[in-house]
């Protein structure tokens, strides 16, 4: 069975940072490529970040130069470290994990539940 758990969302004020975690069970993170995506109310699911399971990343302007996307395989995790926040980026945030998927939320297999990141101005 597999589970992906997110942990590190909060309220903190525009300019500030948080780091999101997502640990694994049931699979290998390894071989797996992981995004993050976020969700505002009333909008679609959005890309944020990912990371292929070779290392290469990728990321939404809007978030370029301020969030880093990471993995330690050997602790399954990977990691969203948010600096430089803005009021914009207020959503819940998710982890996802696929073999074979890069940025389009609808290759991804796996979910996690999310974890809410408000920030306020």
């Known amino acids: 069975q597999v589970q992906l758990v997110e942990s590190g969302g909060g309220l903190v004020q525009a300019g500030g940072s948080l780091r999101l975690s997502c640990v694994a069970s049931?699979?290998?993170?390894?071989?797996?490529?992981m995004g993050w995506f976020r969700q505002a109310p009333g909008k679609e699911r959005e890309f944020v970040a990912s990371?292929?399971?070779?290392?290469?990343?990728s990321y939404v302007e809007s978030v370029k130069g301020r969030f880093t996307i990471s993995r330690d395989n050997a602790k399954k995790t990977v990691y969203l470290q948010m600096n430089n926040v803005k009021p914009e980026d207020t959503a819940v945030y998710y982890c996802?994990?696929?073999?074979?998927?890069?940025?389009?939320?609808?290759?991804?297999?796996?979910w996690g539940q999310g974890t809410q990141v408000t920030v306020s101005s």
């Open positions: 996802a994990a696929d073999r074979f998927a890069t940025v389009g939320a609808n290759q991804y297999l796996y």
């Open positions: 049931g699979i290998t993170l390894s071989n797996y490529n």
């Open positions: 990371i292929h399971r070779l290392g290469g990343i």
